[in-house]
């Protein structure tokens, strides 16, 4: 918010969602109608906003220096999200302009082939996120095998 972004029409950035916006359309809305959804590192080690932007078929931007993103050593995050270094946040809308339309929607079509890896359901489905997790750690383990010499 603070390179000034949030004053360009091209790009809707908030904070928490102003009332005046959210009586317009729901923070699920604003997503399902952008074409790409900010995902910068929190607070925390897990935030949502990668999850939620899969889910309602958002391209993610990655903003989060070294950051490792789930399940890297199967999908290919470069396939159906953009990555920006830190340092190029005053450059943000730059960056996103430039990326081609036709990049855009094979980003955007890889995206939706890949969504029930990031779902959850009651009762585990083939290539769910449940099983995402057990394949990680399933690949985890094998690196920390050591074969004899």
């Known amino acids: 918010l603070k390179h000034g972004h949030n004053k360009d029409e091209d790009m809707k950035i908030y904070g928490p969602l102003p009332r005046s916006i959210s009586r317009q359309m729901t923070y699920i809305e604003h997503m399902k109608s952008s074409k790409f959804c900010l995902c910068p590192m929190g607070y925390e080690v897990n935030s949502p906003r990668i999850v939620e932007a899969i889910y309602y078929e958002c391209v993610p931007v990655i903003i989060a220096d070294n950051f490792v993103p789930p399940f890297n050593e199967v999908l290919d995050w470069s396939a159906f999200s ?25 980003m955007l079509a890889n995206l939706k082939m890949l969504q029930r890896h990031f779902i959850w359901n009651l009762r585990p489905v083939k290539y769910d996120v449940f099983h995402m997790i057990l394949h990680s750690i399933w690949l985890s383990r094998l690196n920390q095998i050591q074969l004899p010499d």
């Open 82 to 106: 953009v990555v920006v270094a830190e340092k190029d946040i005053p450059k943000l809308k730059e960056i996103l302009v430039a990326i081609p339309l036709r990049r855009y929607l094979r």
